[in-house]
């Protein structure tokens, strides 16, 4: 397949094949996905990195694949156990070529393929890796992914704005989610991020992460919130007990004035 082929001719059957932007949102991460694994015809991946790479819910995904499946632009297939779905995208290049038998339109599309692939292939072996510590593990990422966590991690209002949102305590407790966030990325074999994009991924990310360990936070903001509770009472009663204290003492006073010899 080729990426940029692929994708003009897919918005130009959009005119005529009107799609749901769930759907069309799917197509484009099942694209990114079968581009990594260099154009294989069957490919598998897990829904987990199609919610990262689309921000979309479970559902949603699942909405979107069966749509493209009736409209015969993917085929998929369950497999045994917690293993990932496996998935073909059928080509809309390919399928222009059969039914126009041009053979002769073969070589103008291998030379778009090279001057496109080649470029980005240079690219990624260009890119030099850095190693980040998370929980005391090493982890590595390429130059561009590095700078971008940087940038993020540099940002003070950002970070304080994420730990209000999301109800985080301590700053470092984000800084840490931030980076196991990109070291996924580079595990799934992400090369770059812009500022935009990853605090986008990220916000969705970070959700699905915290649902997962709601009881966790729940019991944290539990045991927090009582604590505040129970000093604020103290301090109204010793408030209260110190008014008292002075107001009898005051009433001391006036009732040994005696009045009239």
Not at 133 to 152: M, P, Y
Request: hydrophobic share 35%; proline share 2%.
């Amino acid at each position: 397949m080729n990426y940029i082929l692929e994708t003009n001719a897919f918005y130009d059957w959009l005119e005529t094949n009107p799609l749901s932007a769930n759907a069309i949102n799917v197509w484009h991460a099942l694209m990114s996905v079968s581009n990594k694994t260099y154009w294989k015809e069957d490919f598998t991946v897990a829904i987990s990195v199609l919610e990262l790479k689309t921000g979309l819910s479970k559902k949603s995904i699942e909405r979107g694949r069966t749509e493209l499946a009736k409209r015969k632009r993917l085929t998929w297939k369950k497999r045994s156990g917690n293993q990932s779905a496996e998935y073909t995208l059928i080509s809309f290049v390919e399928e222009e070529s059969l039914e126009d038998a041009q053979v002769d339109a073969q070589p103008d599309a291998q030379v778009v393929v090279q001057t496109v692939s080649q470029p980005v292939a240079i690219n990624k072996l260009n890119q030099t890796k850095q190693s980040i510590f998370i929980d005391g593990e090493e982890f590595f990422l390429v130059d561009s992914l590095q700078a971008t966590l940087t940038a993020l991690l540099e940002d003070r209002s950002y970070l304080e704005l994420m730990c209000m949102n999301f109800k985080i305590r301590d700053i470092p407790i984000l800084e840490n989610h931030l980076k196991q966030f990109f070291a996924e990325l580079s595990t799934r074999g992400e090369v770059y991020k812009s500022e935009k994009d990853a605090k986008s991924h990220f916000a969705n990310w970070l959700k699905i992460q915290l649902k997962k360990k709601g009881t966790h936070y729940a019991q944290n903001q539990s045991t927090h919130t009582p604590t505040i509770r129970l000093e604020d009472n103290s301090s109204s009663t010793a408030w209260r007990n110190t008014a008292n204290a002075s107001s009898t003492g005051l009433e001391a006073i006036i009732n040994s004035i005696s009045i009239g010899g």
